[in-house]
């Protein structure tokens, strides 16, 4: 039972996590190389962020779009219609660099933040 | 039709009625649904099926896109819009009775009925209630349209409203006898109250459900 409480916890923080960065990580999943809504879905789970649905990345997709941070594009599909593909633009790749940057000084401040008032190994208070 | 495009379908007509709900503008639904529609048929084609992809919550799906795509959204304002229609009948309605007034005493001094004339009670009653729904519309409509003029697609709610009130009002107005008639036409407050109640409840309901649809029908 309390197995199950810490699992959803950590799902929810997870989730809650996820929900500040997902938008940066899709653009640099996206900066490699273009992809498609659901290969997007594909790449994150591969990427090691466990099952995002594809509900909460095509919305986001579509914002980026409307930021004019992502392009479309058609591609011709062998197994059906054509799909849209996502590439990143210039001023994507403009806004993840400095998303990046800031990320990264972000994590360099939580990160020591964390370490400096971590309980000593062994240290059950 | 396959089983995957009655799906499809099936999605794509509950994420418009989201759509509707939230006032989404057609060419921005019809956008978004082209959008989705190709995705999904994609997906379909590599063996993923809506649900697949949605999971059971498509409707949320829905507003989600709506809100992240930044499409254009005309807010209910139901609140607003009620109480202005209130206030806009209860002003009409105190003009209307001093605008009758005067002309009764006018045409009294001015006309002398025959004697004999009888005036049947139905024409009479339907005069009289006939022009207080024809004034409190008015005064409702009047005011939602000049008041609210800023507030989108305020030209269609009014429309709306002057064609669903009258019916309203209609109804209301029998029901509201029939009510005073099981209550053998008592003038106690609770029997008072039963019939203003159910008047008003015809008014305000009409009158949001004209916003409603004016958001609904979004185009």
């Known amino acids: 039972m309390w197995r199950m409480i810490a699992t959803d916890e950590a799902a929810e923080r997870q989730a809650q996590l996820l929900r500040g960065c997902l938008d940066m990580c899709l653009l640099a999943l996206l900066a490699g190389e273009p992809a498609h809504g659901y290969e997007l879905v594909r790449r994150l789970d591969t990427a090691g962020f466990g099952p995002v649905s594809y509900g909460t990345v095509y919305p986001l997709v579509t914002r980026l779009h409307r930021l004019g941070l992502v392009a479309d594009m058609r591609q011709p599909s062998p197994t059906g219609p054509p799909r849209k593909v996502y590439r990143l633009t210039d001023t994507g790749h403009q806004r993840l660099t400095a998303w990046r940057r800031q990320w990264t000084e972000f994590a360099g401040v939580v990160n020591a933040t964390i370490d400096v008032h971590a309980p000593p190994p062994g240290d059950k208070r | ?219």
């Open chain 2, 1 to 219: 039709m396959t089983t995957s495009g009655s799906a499809i379908d099936s999605v794509l007509a509950t994420a418009d009625r989201e759509w509707r709900t939230l006032g989404v503008h057609r060419r921005d639904r019809v956008s978004l649904a082209t959008d989705l529609r190709a995705e999904l048929e994609a997906a379909g084609a590599d063996g993923l099926s809506p649900a697949d992809l949605l999971g059971a919550d498509p409707a949320g799906f829905a507003r989600s896109l709506a809100e992240e795509s930044g499409v254009e959204r005309a807010a209910p304002r139901y609140g607003t819009i009620l109480g202005v229609a209130g206030a806009g009948a209860v002003v009409a309605l105190v003009a209307g009775y001093a605008l009758v007034a005067g002309l009764h005493q006018v045409f009294v001094a001015a006309f002398d009925l025959p004697r004999g004339t009888r005036v049947p009670i139905w024409l009479a009653a339907g005069v009289f209630y006939g022009g207080v729904v024809a004034v409190v519309v008015a005064g409702a409509v009047l005011s939602v349209r000049i008041a609210l003029r800023d507030v989108p697609r305020i030209r269609h709610t009014a429309a709306r409203m002057t064609l669903l009130l009258p019916p309203a009002f209609g109804a209301a107005i029998l029901a509201a006898a029939a009510a005073g008639r099981a209550m053998d036409f008592a003038l106690t407050p609770a029997a008072i109250s039963t019939e203003a109640a159910i008047v008003l409840a015809a008014f305000f309901g009409a009158t949001a459900l004209a916003r409603r649809w004016s958001l609904t029908a979004a185009g």
